[in-house]
Structures are given as C-alpha cells and as structure tokens.
C-alpha cells in the first residue's frame, strides 16, 4: 500500500463548476499537508499548507483535513481555465529531521469554458 | 530573484554517458532537495542536503551522486546513463529553521531527461 494515494484523473469540468480533488494516506504520524499546482512543464508551487484537522480558505481554494478518516481534499469554486493543471497533494511530519515530504502521484484538472 | 534555476532544460543521453544537472537557488535556503518526476507516479526523492557538505540519500538514489560545496549550488551527477533514468528532474529548496515541520519547497522548472 502506497502511503499516499491520489486518483490521477484525468478529471474534465465545465468553468464555473466546483472541484474536489483528495488524497488519501496510511501514516497517522503526518502533521503537515499540503497541495501544490504544476502547470504542464512547469515545476510545482505550493497553492495551500495546513496543519491539523480542519479548513483552511484562502480565495476560491480551501483545502480541508481529516486525521481520523486520514484523508485530505482541496475544493476549487468557480473553477476557471487558468486552474487547469496537475494538483499534487504532499504530506509531512516531524520525524524526519530534514523536511521530508511525500507527494500523491498527481489528479489532472481540465477546466473547459 | 530567480529562485530555484535548474540547467539544461533539456537533454537526450545514450546509455552509458554520463552528465550533471545544475541546480541554483538564490534564496539563501539552506535545504536542497532533488526529485524526480515519471508519469503517474508523483516525485520521489533522490538525494537531500541539509546544508553546504551534508548531503544524504533519499528514496531513489542508486545511479545518481551529489555534492553540496555551496549554499547556492546542488548539482546531481548521472553516472553510466540507462533508460531507467528517463524521466523529469525537478531540484528544490527550502528554509529550514529546525527539523520539526514540514517547511515550504520551492520547486525549480524541471530538466527532461531521456536516455536511449
């Protein structure tokens, strides 16, 4: 069982729609959990970073967590052409002592006018 | 600032050369950190440095050598190509103020690797 899973997608949507891409992990020692965006040939930039269980909104994005179901979900509102891209979820803990993350294989996002 | 720059942005190798992908980063960050990327698989981990003359082995390191003499520079040596390496390196880098979170990677735009 890989220790972070994530639908790779394709997943195709009209603009205007609302997205949910998720992620699901099996270390209960993550902390830290994050989504980055990479546009095609492009590296990844971290789009949102959460800690703990709960929401967190920044504009149309909000990314939310739930250690006990070990499972995390970032929702996209009034999704446009611009957010087509690849969403990568990454996770985190403390152990590690160098940073370490491990990163979800990646859900494309098209978002059609 | 440039951030994380990564050089060539492309290369094709034959099997059995070798090369060295550059990686700079001029935001002083003292974690660097080189992935790579293959189709439908997420990034893994090569090799990591936590500073200037550390450097460490990650998930995926066999076939693949670092060295960290700068802050700045973190360049990923390719000895004896295969066709295994084909793949999308990407280098990354972060500030680190102790080894207790997961602070934020910046990520550098990728070399695209294909060995025949």
């Known amino acids: 069982q890989k220790e972070v899973e994530q639908d790779p997608g394709p997943l195709s949507v009209p603009e205007g729609a609302i997205v949910s891409l998720n992620c699901t992990y099996s270390n209960s020692a993550f902390q830290y959990f994050m989504w980055y965006r990479q546009y095609s040939r492009k590296g990844p930039e971290l789009l949102m970073y959460?800690?703990?269980?709960g929401n967190k909104e920044d504009g149309r994005f909000t990314a939310q967590v739930d250690k006990s179901s070990k499972y995390i979900s970032l929702f996209i509102r009034d999704s446009q052409p611009s957010d087509s891209a690849t969403y990568l979820c990454?996770?985190?803990?403390?152990?590690?002592?160098?940073?370490?993350?491990?990163f979800g294989a990646g859900t494309r996002l098209a978002v059609h006018p | 600032n440039a951030g994380v720059t990564q050089t060539p942005k492309f290369r094709i190798l034959k099997i059995g050369q070798s090369m060295t992908l550059q990686c700079t980063q001029d935001?002083?960050?003292?974690?660097m950190y080189w992935y790579r990327q293959d189709p439908g698989m997420g990034l893994k981990l090569i090799y990591y440095?936590?500073?200037?003359?550390?450097?460490d082995k990650g998930e995926v390191p066999n076939g693949y050598n670092v060295s960290r003499s700068t802050t700045e520079d973190f360049p990923l040596r390719l000895e004896l190509a295969a066709p295994s390496q084909t793949s999308v390196y990407f280098c990354?880098?972060?500030?680190?103020?102790?080894?207790?979170?997961?602070?934020?990677?910046?990520f550098g735009p990728g070399t695209r690797l294909t060995v025949l």
């Open positions: 990454a996770m985190g803990d403390s152990s590690g002592g160098y940073n370490k993350l491990i």
């Open positions: 935001m002083n960050h003292n974690y």
């Open positions: 440095s936590v500073g200037a003359g550390i450097t």
């Open positions: 990354a880098s972060s500030y680190a103020t102790s080894g207790n979170r997961a602070d934020t990677q910046y």
């Open positions: 959460t800690y703990s269980s």
